[in-house]
């Protein structure tokens, strides 16, 4: 066992290294590029077995990434942003295929206009796909994530890809301490894949992936995956169990911290949740009843955790770190369908955004949302949701818009 | 409400067919819908399309599964069941056949106690995907049949919806029309509006919890080869290219090689051979042999024949 700093990339690579896997369809993109670039190296050095291939796109590269899977080899590749989204057609696709690979995605807001810093909207885009996602707070969790997230993959009864998520530069190019478990305890707790019923072999022919006519045979294989992925909420509490045994991290599939007290609780995924984090402990020495719930898997979504981590609440508070336009904050919505019409649910379920490409969220800035949630619960009456956004952020976007203006002024005056 | 479905091939004008029927209506004050429903977009290859006429706005969609009137313009589709020609049919459903055996010889066939109707094919053709007007000559009977369109709006119909094709064409369009119109005459109103289902009579769905079947069941996988050899893509096929040995070279790899199915092998013999449960009739064969040893025949006759010798 060595503990030593990694970056959230770094993490990512070192939990391939582990898997030990076979095949690396790679794509380089910001903020993920670290984590080919890694595994690339040790390729080089001949220090690990995978055979790695870059591709022309994220399109053939999820394709690629989709057909080794089919044949019974370990598949690891990563993306971001755009990548994820210019390969989208292929996630939907290859999750249809019902192939366990993973696939890490660095989160990055999606361009128009163009950034490169954290954000959900590009990994909420993946929600609807058949992919089952893990959402990371740490280092640590990323590395450990990518172990779990291949048992989960190759169960029997889930067989479906997995995505492994981090947010861009908050962890992605964060250095932390992270325990790199042995390889002969991974062995043990990873043992290669059993390949039994991928029979997808170029001596052996079988279509893979047919095409069905008609509404019926499609209902039945739609909905045979979505069960799949329901199974996958059981089937990820006996793999974390197991790994907590084994190596004493433990992750359910809802992280809930300081809750059993809590009057009101803030529900995010993702690293800021660490900040959700300090800010309860905060709280609680001023004698605020807070918790945090943190959601690891979005997708299967852990209703019934969350109603029983939330049961007999006063409040929540939803912190979303994406927009779905003309609706708002997709998790804010997920919790909201979760609870509604049940008993023993919060009666005010507060909605704040914040964090969009990369904006920090302060520690006074979690301290008012539970103010905000307090109020709401003694007024009875739920407030508008909330973008998080200060009046000194928008007097310098004034200013950025006054430059661009005067800019269009003079072309206008040249012309 | 009326719902009426038309059966034929690819070719033979069976989306022209609802559409004329659908304008029809809607010249005598009806709310109307009409669709097609393509499957593999090809020529001869079954299709169908259906019209809904009502007095009231319609708010049903899509395939008619319960049809007062079933048109089918070409019978030899009828055996065929992934034509579906005879799905929803009931002994209150009229059903009128193109061709040439008799109502009672149909309804022993296919063991059904329904109103058949038959509407005598006029002219047989060489490639009955190309079969003339049949689109036409089954609309105007409907139309009769159905008992609520004019003659007057019927050939306005024709004119509206193939205005396109030049005055000559249309003109034989409009001819088969109103014969077989007359011809229908002493069936006019035989095919009657029929009503909805309600809350107090419907059957009750019987949903189910789908089982979780694992993915080595629930893939969208095929584990057994070739199995698209289930497929009789033969039945497409209005046409029939037949070898003629005696002129054959043997070179066998150029109609073997062309094939665009490989739904022609060669023997041991060196004799190419043609697999009809898989030739679609396109005729690339024909055209392409150098000696000209592939003749064509008419799928229908040469399945005629073949009765005739078995």
């Given at each position: 066992?060595?503990r030593?700093?990694l970056?959230?990339?770094g993490a ?10 076979d095949?690396v ?5 910001t903020?993920q ?7 690339a ?6 220090e690990i ?7 022309e ?20 590749t990563?993306t971001s ?42 990994i909420m885009?993946a ?11 740490t ?6 994530s ?13 067989r479906?890809?997995v995505?492994?998520n981090l ?8 250095r932390?301490p992270?325990?790199?478990?042995e ?7 990873l043992?290669?894949?059993d ?24 209902s039945y294989?739609r909905?045979?995956?979505?069960l ?11 793999i ?8 004493g ?13 809590a ?7 993702g ?17 605020t ?6 959601p ?11 109603q029983?981590?939330?049961a007999?609440?006063q ?13 708002g904050?997709?998790l804010h ?54 973008l998080?956004?200060?009046r ?11 430059i661009?203006h005067?800019?269009r002024e003079e ?5 | ?8 091939r690819g070719?033979?004008?069976m ?6 029927l659908?304008?029809a209506f809607f ?14 977009e090809?020529r ?14 319609i708010?049903?969609?899509g395939v008619?599964t319960?049809?007062?009137l079933?048109?089918?313009a ?5 055996p065929i069941p ?7 049919i009931t002994?209150?459903?009229t ?16 063991n ?5 109707l038959i ?6 053709v060489?490639?009955r995907?190309e ?11 409907a139309?009769r ?6 003659e007057?709006?019927?050939v306005?119909?024709?004119n ?7 005055a000559d ?7 088969q029309a109103?014969?077989a119109?007359e ?7 035989l095919?009657?509006e ?7 009579d419907y059957?009750q ?15 969208p996988t095929?584990?057994?080869a070739a ?5 009789r ?15 054959c ?9 062309i094939?665009p199915d ?9 004799e ?6 898989h030739?679609?009739?396109c005729?690339i064969?024909?055209?392409r042999?150098?000696p000209?040893?592939?003749e064509t ?13 078995a």
């Amino acid at each position: 066992m060595t503990r030593k700093l990694l970056t959230g990339n770094g993490a990512a690579a070192w939990g391939a290294r582990l898997a030990n896997v076979d095949y690396v369809p790679a794509f380089p993109i910001t903020p993920q590029t670290e984590i080919i670039e890694t595994i690339a190296a040790w390729s080089d050095a001949g220090e690990i077995p995978a055979r790695m291939v870059t591709l022309e796109s994220e399109h053939s590269m999820i394709t690629a990434a989709g057909a080794a899977a089919a044949t019974g080899v370990r598949v690891f590749t990563a993306t971001s942003s755009q990548g994820l989204l210019y390969g989208m057609e292929m996630v939907y696709t290859v999750a249809g295929w019902r192939v366990p690979l993973v696939m890490v995605n660095v989160s990055r807001g999606v361009a128009a206009p163009l950034t490169l810093e954290s954000d959900h909207n590009d990994i909420m885009a993946a929600r609807d796909s058949g992919f089952l996602q893990i959402h990371c707070s740490t280092c640590q969790e990323v590395l450990d994530s990518v172990l779990i997230a291949y048992r989960l993959a190759e169960d029997k009864n889930v067989r479906l890809p997995v995505i492994v998520n981090l947010d861009g530069f908050y962890l992605s190019y964060t250095r932390e301490p992270v325990e790199i478990p042995e390889p002969e305890a991974i062995r043990k707790f990873l043992p290669a894949f059993d390949t039994k019923n991928s029979k997808f072999r170029a001596s052996t022919p079988t279509s893979q992936a047919v095409a069905v006519l008609g509404g019926s045979p499609y209902s039945y294989f739609r909905y045979e995956t979505h069960l799949a992925a329901m199974q996958a909420i059981d089937v990820y509490g006996d793999i974390a169990k197991t790994f907590s045994q084994q190596f004493g991290r433990n992750y359910p599939a809802i992280e809930a911290y300081r809750c059993e007290d809590a009057e009101i609780v803030y529900v995010m995924i993702g690293s800021f949740s660490t900040k959700a984090r300090e800010a309860v402990d905060q709280l609680r020495q001023t004698g605020t009843a807070v918790g945090l719930v943190r959601p690891r898997l979005l997708r299967p979504f852990p209703t019934k955790e969350l109603q029983k981590v939330t049961a007999g609440k006063q409040g929540i508070a939803v912190i979303d770190q994406n927009i779905s336009m003309g609706k708002g904050g997709v998790l804010h919505t997920e919790v909201a369908s979760a609870l509604y019409g049940k008993s023993n649910a919060p009666k005010i379920l507060t909605s704040f955004i914040g964090g969009l490409g990369g904006r920090d969220i302060s520690a006074e800035e979690f301290y008012e949302m539970v103010k905000v949630t307090k109020q709401a619960i003694n007024d009875g009456v739920t407030p508008e949701p909330r973008l998080l956004y200060t009046r000194d952020e928008y007097r310098e976007m004034q200013k950025l818009q006054a430059i661009a203006h005067v800019e269009r002024e003079e072309l206008e005056t040249t012309q | 409400m009326y719902r009426i479905r038309f059966h034929g091939r690819g070719g033979q004008g069976m989306k022209t067919a609802s559409r004329i029927l659908g304008t029809a209506f809607f010249l005598e004050c009806f709310e109307v819908q009409d669709a097609p429903r393509y499957g593999a977009e090809r020529r001869g290859a079954p299709i169908f399309s259906y019209v809904r006429a009502s007095r009231s706005p319609i708010n049903e969609r899509g395939v008619i599964t319960n049809p007062d009137l079933i048109v089918v313009a070409d019978d030899s589709l009828i055996p065929i069941p992934a034509a579906g020609v005879l799905q929803g049919i009931t002994d209150n459903t009229t059903l009128l056949i193109n061709g040439h055996d008799d109502a009672n010889t149909w309804k022993h066939r296919l063991n059904i106690n329904c109103k058949v109707l038959i509407l005598p094919v006029t002219e047989e053709v060489e490639d009955r995907a190309e079969l003339p007007f049949v689109g036409s000559a089954c609309v105007g009977a409907a139309a009769r049949l159905i008992g609520v369109i004019t003659e007057e709006n019927l050939v306005e119909a024709v004119n509206d919806e193939i205005s396109s094709l030049g005055a000559d064409l249309i003109k034989q369009n409009i001819d088969q029309a109103t014969q077989a119109f007359e011809l229908m005459a002493k069936h006019e109103g035989l095919v009657k509006e029929s009503t909805s289902k309600t809350p107090l009579d419907y059957e009750q769905p019987e949903w189910i919890n789908i089982p979780f079947e694992n993915a080595s069941i629930s893939a969208p996988t095929i584990h057994a080869a070739a199995t698209s050899v289930e497929v009789r893509t033969g039945l497409w096929r209005t046409l029939r290219p037949v070898i003629n040995y005696d002129r054959c070279k043997n070179c066998w790899w150029v109609c073997s090689t062309i094939c665009p199915d490989s739904a022609i092998s060669v023997n041991e013999k060196s004799e190419p051979v043609i697999d009809y449960d898989h030739c679609k009739g396109c005729m690339i064969c024909v055209a392409r042999c150098a000696p000209h040893a592939i003749e064509t025949i008419p799928e229908q006759l040469a399945q005629e024949k073949e009765k005739q010798t078995a």
